[in-house]
């Protein structure tokens, strides 16, 4: 008898192991781990800079702000000229700490193919760039599949999420292996947990989400190994909601759908975490720890699909 005992104690112990290991590795990323942002302050006195795509709005705009109070000087990216225009006036505002930050910006319509990407870099080539966040990005409430999408709208949402920041990060890289020369280099993609789950209706946005995620993984093989390491990190965040006026159908801020401005913070928090994969709210990574572990897809797909047609619903009366 004692021995059926030991043996399913030391069964039980086995079992717990990865689990308790698991809950330490969360407390220690979330709780416990300082933030190590300062670590890519590095080179030339007062001039790193970050990159943050799709930063007139939402998490990019937020994630600008919190680069600029962390000492950072940044390169944003919009589409519209007058709203960047106000954005850097409003940084600055939000920043006065920081009055002598550098806040340079280029203008590019990301879902548009045909890019000229070594021109769109080219003005700031020589600067020593150690973040990168492929923040632009974003799908569509109109509700349709694929067959009811024009071929148009379809390249739109690809170049859009996969193939703006793909072709962005080839222009940047040969200037980010430079600055990996004084310290480590971040480059984020953000992603979605769309990626994970694919929803009706936003199957291409969730499939660049996808892409990312493969991308992250792939790229820092490629700067590890062969001619590596060159420094060259990279890491997909994996978001759930979060709340931006921006959207067709806002989520309202709750518990599980922080403000862009408490997300900015954890995505800056997390960085150099050495995970390849993060996501950056603690309460999205439980949640997509039930979603891809937990719970089955039958029931993610169903309770994913409910959300998505008050959402759909919703952007069609305009609320
Ligand atoms: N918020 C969420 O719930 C959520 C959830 C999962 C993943 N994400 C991901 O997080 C990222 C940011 O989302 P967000 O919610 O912060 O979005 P957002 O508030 O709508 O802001 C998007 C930003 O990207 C810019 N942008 C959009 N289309 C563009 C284009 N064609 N060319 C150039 N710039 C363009 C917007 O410019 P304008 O200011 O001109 O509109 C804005 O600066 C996206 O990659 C999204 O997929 C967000």
């Known amino acids: 008898m004692t021995t059926i005992v030991n043996v399913l104690a030391v069964l039980g112990g086995l079992l717990a192991t990865p689990h308790l290991c698991r809950i330490a590795s969360f407390v220690w990323l979330y709780f416990l781990r300082p933030s190590s942002i300062r670590q890519y302050l590095h080179g030339p006195q007062d001039s790193t800079y970050a990159v943050v795509t799709g930063a007139t709005d939402g998490i990019g705009k937020a994630t600008a702000a919190e680069l ?32 002598d930050a550098d806040v340079r910006y280029f203008i ?15 003005p700031y080539r020589d600067l020593h760039v150690t973040l990168v966040y492929h923040n632009v990005g974003g799908g569509d409430m109109s509700g349709q599949r694929l067959d009811e999408r024009t071929e148009e709208n379809i390249h739109s949402l690809v170049n859009l999420n996969a193939l703006f920041p793909l072709f962005l990060n080839r222009a ?125 897809d039958g029931v993610v797909d169903k309770a994913s699909a409910e959300q998505m047609q008050g959402l759909i619903t919703q952007a069609k009366k305009g609320i």
């Open 108 to 122: 590019a319509d990301a879902s548009a193919g045909g890019q000229d990407f070594a021109k769109l870099v080219e």
């Open 172 to 296: 940047l890289l040969p200037q980010l292996r430079r600055s990996a020369k004084s310290g480590p280099v971040l480059v984020n993609f953000v992603g979605s947990v769309a990626g994970d789950i694919a929803p009706p209706r936003l199957a291409v946005y969730a499939a660049g989400k996808g892409f990312l995620e493969s991308l992250t993984r792939g790229l820092d093989n490629d700067e590890q190994f062969f001619d590596g390491p060159t420094g060259v990190r990279y890491c997909y965040l994996a978001v759930a909601a979060v709340h931006s006026d921006n959207h067709e159908a806002p989520i309202a801020t709750s518990f599980t759908t922080p403000t862009c401005e408490r997300f900015a913070k954890c995505i800056l928090d997390r960085a150099g975490c050495g995970r390849r994969r993060v996501a950056p709210y603690w309460v999205h990574g439980m949640m997509q720890y039930f979603i891809r572990e937990v719970a089955g």
């Open 68 to 99: 600029l109070r962390n000492g950072f000087n940044v390169i944003l990216h919009g589409r519209n000229e007058t709203k960047m225009k106000k954005v850097v006036e409003e940084l600055r505002a939000r920043v006065p700490e920081r009055k």
